[in-house]
């Protein structure tokens, strides 16, 4: 093959001589000696050099009559009567494109023109004399382009130079000259100057030559260039040393790509499988920028779209998710913004500055600083978004370490997102075990695509929710970030549908993993982060002083600071953090530490307990049994629980009607400060409390009495009175005898001074009226009474006092250790009526009389 001239820093070798004598077609020799058939010197065929005739002056406009024509050769003669119409037969440009785009085996054109045509391409592309040609197509836009207006003539230079400016060229004929040369040299690889020489070694390794001239149609040799593109998208795939593409070759890979990125007939493979396609659904879609591209790949997942085609645009999305510039339209859009943001710095490396990924999350990570990024390049960035997500073959990382569990848990579902939903699934412990690096390698797709800042980018979410999203969220703007907010408050709800529910908790999963897959949230809250928790920026994945799962947990115990505890959280980003909480209560999934810290835990006390909210649930109910991480975890997050019950968003949702009636102003207050509980406590038997928030309601109080830091209002008024009185008591009981008792010794002793605070004794009493409501209140009464109450009151409810009541009417039947336990109840209540539940309750109005007056 000639030399092609300058060689590029960034191309393997200009195609400018080659693209330059492709202008041969406007300007081609008489026929002397043109028709001396296929039987030229050393078994191959001879054609005119492409000079111009005599004097120079020759017919232009790609051949006329008085020249040399491809339709009159032998060899090709019949193939052009064939398949060529009669219009294009003098020009011999649109005969040799008519010819280089036969595929079909009942066209096939002879071994003879075949191999006439690729000689008579290559002696074109050895011509230097004609570069005058360019310079007149291309006149004016040589004067706009300096770099090109600077080339010197005859040296090989202007058409790369033009090529490489390609995008910028505005003048139709230039541009088509340009384009035209272009399909023409990518019909077989053996004219990309300097391809053969990059590439002969991986051409040899991946076995990508077997298609020889003479045997099979000599243009396939696009085949070639495919099956090299193949073998550098496996190569990241299988981490297979037997699978290696040299560097030299996957430059020039990836630049062969990125040149025919504008126009999908210079990618031979896929135009050949997608020209039924592109009929079918691109009809009307204009060719050039990348449009055609862009339709298929739309309809990519379409069933009537055939398999060969699917395969050709996923190699094509391949290619793009290694270098962003085999996108024309992505490159295009976001040039000025990569440029802006720093996102292809010079000085790193190629493979990672180029990489689809490293360009959204640097681009998102500007959007999220709310920096401006161009209208047209955020089309872009979503569409790409979009198509991660839909398939996980683009990501090699995917393949490369999740390959177990697709072949176990989720062959069959190539399309339309599922696999990766399945892998969520399978990760989220519901469909079995999934690796640390498949896990990783999820988590990091899901930050690169940032599906939590729209929704429309998970297409198995959207089309799974869409009925949902129509109902319940259809006030919030379409694409807003707070639709997945909407749907998680629809959760377990009469809204909500099955299919929508999965997908949205598997997304959630890996959302609640990195505080920054929450747009809101961290829009709220990056300030509050980098100023508490030493967080850095949104494309940063790790951070030695705090990684990404632990950030949240700083802010929301920054959230819940008082203002003495001081650095407290703003009040927009409270707010935000009260959200995801509330959030997380509805599936322990949802919540990383505590279900890292409790899984044994789960598996160990709470396997049966599957229904919506049960196991959190269950882990407070064996609280002391817990290994000491998970109680810890546990222990906390009820804590948080009683100063904020809205936490419980199933809870607040079964007592609705109480809240409304009786609770409204503590649900609208922003701070709740233990309020709201107290008041449903205080409500517990009004006629509007239905059956589950009674339930509810009532665990929360058995919970309480575990420990008296899970009283918020009790714990705050009786803090430092129990660290002096009662040392070393954890159990919420046992703190309420002890400061009972001491108070009630400081009474009767008549005390100068109460040792129990006033704030804590007025707490103290609310505590001890509401464990007379329920003997489960009391452990050591209900312990004692366990039997009698089966064997006397089986059928008698626990609530208002009634299983005390019973007791006492059995006094004479009870167990010796009962009967002493429910005497000193009495005499309890005999020095102190108040704590007498249903005296109080039956002569709750007399009492207020008696006491007005």
Request: hydrophobic share 35%; with cysteine; net charge negative.
């Amino acid at each position: 093959m000639a030399p092609c001239g300058r060689v590029r820093s960034h191309w393997p070798g200009p195609l400018a001589l080659l693209l330059l004598s492709l202008s041969l077609s406007a300007a081609e020799p008489a026929a002397a000696g043109a028709g001396q058939g296929a039987a030229g010197q050393g078994g191959q065929q001879q054609v005119p050099a492409g000079g111009p005739g005599p004097g120079g002056r020759g017919p232009r406009g790609g051949g006329s009559s008085g020249g040399w024509k491809l339709a009159d050769e032998p060899a090709c003669r019949e193939d052009v009567t064939r398949v060529c119409p009669k219009h294009s037969w003098a020009n011999n440009l649109a005969v040799l494109e008519c010819l280089q785009d036969v595929r079909e085996p009942d066209n096939e054109i002879s071994s003879d023109c075949n191999h006439l045509l690729w000689n008579y391409k290559l002696n074109l592309t050895t011509d230097l004399k004609f570069e005058s040609v360019a310079r007149e197509v291309c006149k004016s836009t040589i004067a706009e382009i300096k770099e090109c207006a600077d080339e010197l003539a005859g040296k090989g230079y202007l058409v790369s130079c033009l090529v490489d400016h390609r995008g910028n060229i505005t003048e139709y004929q230039c541009h088509q000259y340009i384009t035209k040369m272009t399909a023409i040299i990518f019909s077989d690889y053996r004219l990309i100057c300097g391809f053969m020489d990059d590439c002969k070694n991986d051409i040899n390794v991946l076995k990508c030559g077997s298609i020889r001239p003479g045997e099979k149609d000599a243009h396939s040799q696009g085949e070639v260039v495919a099956c090299l593109e193949k073998g550098l998208v496996k190569e990241a795939e299988e981490n297979d040393p037997r699978i290696k593409v040299s560097d030299e070759c996957k430059k020039a890979i990836l630049r062969v790509a990125e040149l025919s990125s504008d126009d999908f007939h210079l990618d031979r493979h896929l135009y050949f499988a997608c020209r039924d396609d592109r009929e079918r659904f691109c009809e009307n879609t204009q060719a050039g920028e990348g449009r055609v591209y862009k339709c298929l790949f739309n309809h990519k997942f379409e069933e009537s779209m055939s398999e060969k085609c699917r395969d050709a645009l996923t190699t094509r999305q391949k290619l793009i998710a290694q270098d962003y510039k085999v996108s024309y339209s992505l490159a295009k859009s976001c040039k000025s913004d990569l440029k802006k943001y720093r996102c292809n710095v010079e000085n790193l490396p190629r493979s990672r500055e180029a990489r689809l990924s490293y360009l959204l999350m640097c681009l998102e990570s500007a959007v999220h600083r709310g920096r401006q990024v161009s209208s047209e390049c955020q089309g872009e960035m979503l569409d790409y978004r979009r198509m991660l997500m839909e398939d996980f073959s683009l990501s090699p990382e995917i393949i490369l370490s999740c390959r177990g569990e697709i072949e176990h848990h989720c062959s069959g579902l190539h399309r339309k997102g599922r696999t990766l939903h399945c892998l969520m699934k399978v990760v989220r412990g519901e469909k079995g075990n999934v690796g640390l690096n498949c896990q990783q390698a999820l988590q990091t797709l899901i930050q690169e695509t940032d599906p939590g800042a729209d929704y429309r980018i998970d297409r198995a979410l959207n089309e799974a929710c869409e009925s949902v999203i129509q109902t319940a969220c259809k006030h919030i703007r379409s694409g807003d970030p707070m639709i997945l907010s909407c749907l998680m408050e629809h959760l377990y709800t009469e809204k909500m549908v099955e299919d929508c529910e999965h997908r949205l908790l598997e997304l959630q999963y890996f959302i609640s993993r990195d505080w920054k897959l929450d747009p809101v949230l961290y829009r709220k809250c990056q300030g509050d982060a980098s100023r508490l928790c030493h967080t850095h920026g949104w494309n940063e994945t790790t951070s030695d002083l705090m990684p990404t799962g632990a950030v949240f947990s700083c802010l929301y115990r920054h959230a819940y600071r008082t203002e003495e505890q001081g650095r407290r959280l703003s009040r927009e980003c409270r707010a935000e953090v009260q959200r995801i909480l509330h959030q997380r209560a509805m599936d322990v999934k949802l919540d990383p530490a505590l279900q890292d810290k409790c899984m044994i835990d789960l598996g160990k006390w709470c396997s049966e307990k599957t229904e919506t909210g049960q196991e959190l649930e269950c882990l407070q109910d064996h609280l002391d049994d817990l290994v000491v991480d998970c109680r810890d975890i546990v222990g906390n997050l009820t804590e948080l629980e009683s100063e904020d019950i809205q936490i419980e968003a199933l809870l607040m949702r079964a007592c609705e009607p109480v809240i409304q009636t009786f609770c409204h102003e503590m649900a609208d207050n922003q701070i709740d400060s233990g309020d709201l509980m107290e008041c449903l406590i205080q409500n517990k038997h009004q006629k509007e409390m239905n059956e589950k928030c009674a339930i509810g309601v009532t665990h929360f109080q058995l919970v309480q009495m575990k420990d008296f830091r899970f009283s918020y209002k009790f714990k705050m008024a009786c803090k430092e009175d129990v660290l002096k009185l009662c040392p070393n008591i954890k159990k919420k009981v046992d703190v309420v005898i002890c400061l009972s008792t001491t108070v009630r010794n400081d009474t009767l002793q008549d005390a100068r001074e109460q040792r129990v605070s006033l704030k804590c004794r007025k707490q103290l009493r609310v505590e001890e009226l509401e464990m007379t409501e329920d003997i489960r209140l009391e452990p050591e009464l209900y312990e004692a009474c366990k039997s009698d109450i089966k064997n006397n009151c089986p059928n008698v409810p626990y609530g208002n006092a009634q299983i005390i009541e019973c007791l006492k009417e059995n006094k004479k039947r009870l167990s010796n250790r009962c009967h002493q336990k429910v005497f000193k109840l009495q005499e309890n209540e005999m020095m102190d009526p108040e704590l007498d539940y249903t005296l109080m309750r039956v002569c709750k109005q007399m009492i207020k009389v008696i006491v007005a007056r």
